[in-house]
């Protein structure tokens, strides 16, 4: 029996899924995480072996007790995921330490955590990528910024989706930015105006994709938490095949092996000098784990699939026969915010879009900031359905 060490397999809420899907193709599944083990949801107790509860997940030198416990116990540990972007690095860091070779470890981390090493990485893809700087001081920073113009863009160079992500229109706002500034490491771009656009796939361990889809975010993630704003994605109906080729050659050039993987791109929304023009299709980042909170299960309702069960059919068998070739929809996310004076309640939503709701409800808080706090999810047929629903959710009262 292999042996999977599942890293904080309670968070996203949905993850226990993984867990169940593991399990039934006869995988141990071994869970650390920092959560009472009694508070764990029922199906997530169900679906793990052993659970081993530390004070908390942040404290490397207690997790790595917890992966020597299972590996005395159990034996060599087959493969360790946490599937979450916050724990990419220690991930790759007990990996490293106990020689577990299903996964990226330390030495691949330049390229696929930090977002001045993809850009090598993107072009050996042959997408271009905006232009960028390591943030030192104010002055070389200030010569960038007024070398590629203003607006640019700040954020970590490894960080998590937008968190600490600026956009800056001007000198005073920089040295705002650096009288105000923590620790990390910064980059700074320029300002692409384009959306996000992204390419989702499960890879085996040929670099072969066993399902693909991908989504369209409409509105700046960064802007929807600088602003407290309401936030709208969807899942393609159709993955373009422009968008397809781009994605597979993206994941040839970062070598990506076994792991599901959601890959980010720009498609410009006007001609920009040096990046190309109106509707190409330009690198952002690269992220080497499922798109975050609950678009897994959006896959799965766009698609009637079960990604799942396909990712844990590439863990156990390195293939998967789940059908993808299902009817396809467009899967339309819609987080609204708290204290907005909407003209639709629940009532009136449900009652007009029932048939289509796939998924509702509160989304915690720790996913708020992007994704805000009350969430649906439904099903069209046609994007002008699909926009029509997004405009009756998002009405506010004037």
């Known amino acids: 029996m292999k042996n999977f060490i599942f890293l904080s397999p309670n968070f996203p809420e949905t993850y226990w899924l993984f867990c169940r ?22 199906e997530l107790r169900e679906s793990l072996h052993e659970y081993y509860r530390v004070s908390s997940l942040e404290n490397y030198e207690e997790v790595f007790k917890a992966v020597a ?30 020689n577990i070779t299903t996964g990226f470890k330390n030495e691949d981390m330049d390229r696929i ?23 030192d001081d104010f002055t070389g920073a200030s010569a960038f910024a007024h070398e590629v113009g203003y607006p640019v863009i700040v954020k ?33 771009e320029e300002f692409v105006n384009g959306y996000v656009r992204t390419y989702d796939a499960i890879i085996d361990s040929k670099g072969e994709p066993l399902f693909e889809s991908g989504n369209v975010t409409p509105e700046s993630i960064m802007d929807i938490v600088n602003t407290n704003g309401n936030s709208i994605y969807y899942i393609v109906k159709d993955l373009p095949e422009e968008v397809r080729e781009i994605g597979r050659r993206t994941v040839k050039a970062f070598e990506v092996k076994s792991r599901f993987v959601h890959l980010e791109y720009f498609v410009l929304n006007c001609d920009q000098e040096g990046l190309g023009k109106k509707g190409d299709i330009i690198g952002l980042e ?26 844990a059919d590439m863990v156990a068998f ?41 998924m509702h409800g509160r989304i915690p808080d720790a996913l708020s900031g992007a994704m805000a706090n009350q969430m649906y999810v439904a099903n069209f047929d046609t994007e002008e359905a699909m926009q029509a629903y997004y405009a009756d959710l998002l009405a506010v009262k004037s």
């Open 21 to 42: 899907e593991l399990k039934k193709n006869g995988m141990r599944v071994l869970g650390i995480g920092d959560c009472p083990y009694p508070e764990l949801r029922q």
């Open 69 to 98: 416990f299972f590996t005395y116990k159990y034996g060599k540990i087959d493969w360790l995921e946490s599937n979450n972007e916050y724990w990419l690095m220690r991930d790759a860091a007990l990996r490293t330490e106990f």
């Open 113 to 135: 955590k930090f977002k001045s090493g993809m850009k090598e990485y993107y072009a050996k893809a042959g997408l271009k990528t905006a232009r960028y700087y390591i943030v």
């Open 156 to 188: 970590p160079d490894n960080g998590v989706g937008a968190n600490n992500t600026y956009r800056l229109q001007n000198d005073d706002e920089l040295q705002f930015f650096f009288d105000t500034k923590d620790d990390n490491v910064y980059i700074m």
């Open 286 to 311: 690269v992220n080497m784990r499922p798109a975050g909170g609950y678009t897994p299960d959006l896959f799965d309702f766009a698609n009637e699939t079960n990604v799942y069960k396909i990712w």
């Open 318 to 358: 390195d293939k998967s026969t789940v059908p993808t070739d299902r009817n396809h929809h467009f899967c339309a996310f819609c987080g609204r915010r708290d204290g907005m004076d909407f003209v639709m309640d629940h009532n009136a939503i449900m009652a007009k879009y029932g048939p289509n709701i796939k």
